[in-house]
Nanobody
Framework: QVQLVESGGGLVQPGGSLRLTCAPS????????MVWYRQAPGKERELVAD????????NYADSVKGRFTISRDNAKNTVYLQMNSLKSEDTAVYYC?????????WGQGTRVTVSS
């Protein structure tokens, strides 16, 4: 069973940057979308950003527009989330999700803590 593995989380000060990476344990064929979600303590999981594999078009939550950038490496089935100008409200567990024509995949999450 293919698993997604996230990395790059950690503790960062407000205004700092982090880059999250999500890579599969094996090749996933016919990926349709790659998505980053996050879940803050006591809150529901929310979509942060997504990217369509067919044309690279992207979509962002209003709260992260202009600060976060989602990108992908098709050859590696890997998706990235560059997070700049981080705020305390960005503190959450970030989850990677990939959807292919046949299945959906989730990662275990990587924790991001923004605090001074």
């Amino acid at each position: 069973q293919v698993q997604l593995v996230e990395s790059g989380g950690g503790l960062v000060q407000p205004g700092g940057s982090l880059r999250l990476t999500c890579a599969p344990s094996a090749t996933i064929f016919n990926i349709v979308t790659m998505v980053w979600y996050r879940q803050a303590p006591g809150k529901e999981r929310e979509l942060v950003a997504d990217i369509r594999n067919i044309d690279g078009s992207t979509n962002y939550a209003d709260s992260v527009k202009g600060r976060f950038t989602i990108s992908r490496d098709n050859a590696k089935n890997t998706v990235y989330l560059q997070m700049n100008s981080l705020k305390s409200e960005d503190t959450a567990v970030y989850y990677c999700h990939q959807r292919s024509l046949r299945a959906v995949y989730w990662g275990q999450g990587t924790r991001v803590t923004v605090s001074s």
